[in-house]
């Protein structure tokens, strides 16, 4: 059965349009831009910019509304409720530090992957893997090595709600094809990518086992050409490996 659509809830919804509006006009908007940018008249969204901004979820300055730090203190209960990311978190920065490379966190949430840590080492790429950065799952290793996790109903009912959209002309976009890597995947215990998401970047990524925590995985990205050194690349997944070992030994006993 389908709940009706209530006057509250496309006023929320309304307001998460605001919200998103802001961010896609890079952080930081006008209400002439917003306005310009969404279809709700410019008074409904000035309302709705108010109310936000007495809640300290957006604030004004200068006639530019951004959104307000008191996402900080959401983002933060929903980064930290199960464990895993206090956990994951040193043997993210640990793989980070080790290889010079990009080391990343992410968990599975409505059939998309989130990255809720991301560490840097001296050599690594500069990609757009910030805190909670959604993306699809079929498109980098980390994301398909949280697929490799789930049974084949469930990536198919992913399959079904997100697609398999592009984002590269390497981006698996084949259902079969996908299916086919994933039990390669689960075979060899690591998943890789070469530029499915990003031209000139590569990937690897193992699975999580969580117990009954959210499904998450770890990786490590780099140039390409790093990547496709065959001695690099065995050092890359035995490192991530070794990672992904330690996490689950000490959610485990936590």
């Known amino acids: 059965m389908t709940r009706a659509k209530t006057d509250s809830v496309r006023a ?3 307001s998460l349009a605001v919200l998103s509006g802001i961010k896609e ?3 930081s908007a006008t209400l002439v831009e917003l306005a310009d940018s969404l279809e709700p008249a410019k008074s ?3 309302k709705h910019l108010v109310t936000l ?3 300290g979820l957006v604030v004004e300055r200068d006639g530019e509304y951004r959104i307000g730090l ?4 959401f983002g933060g209960i929903a980064q930290r409720y199960d464990g895993i990311y206090e956990v994951a978190k040193p043997e993210v ?3 980070a530090v080790e290889t010079g490379e990009l080391a990343n966190l992410m968990i599975e949430e409505q059939g998309y992957g989130i990255y809720i840590h991301t560490t840097s080492g001296d050599q690594a790429v500069a990609l757009d893997t910030r805190l909670g950065k959604r993306i699809h799952l079929h498109k980098t290793a980390i994301g398909k090595a949280l697929l490799s996790s789930f049974d084949d109903d ?3 009912e992913i399959i079904e709600t997100r697609g398999l959209p592009a984002e590269t002309e390497n981006t698996i976009t084949d259902r079969e094809t996908l299916f086919a890597e994933l039990e390669t995947i689960r075979e060899r215990g690591v998943a890789d990518d070469t530029e499915e998401r990003v031209d000139g970047t590569g990937c690897v990524g193992v699975p999580i086992d969580t117990g009954d925590r959210r499904e998450a995985a770890i990786s490590i990205t780099a140039p390409i050409n790093r990547l496709q050194s065959p001695g690099r690349k065995a050092h890359l997944i035995d490192t991530v490996q070794q990672a992904a070992n330690v996490i689950e030994v000490n959610l485990a006993h936590e």
């Open 12 to 14: 929320t919804q309304t």
């Open 25 to 27: 006009l890079g952080g």
């Open 44 to 46: 409904t969204i000035y």
């Open 53 to 55: 901004e007495d809640e």
């Open 70 to 73: 008191r996402w900080l203190e």
């Open 93 to 95: 920065r640990r793989m």
């Open 154 to 156: 469930r990536v198919a």
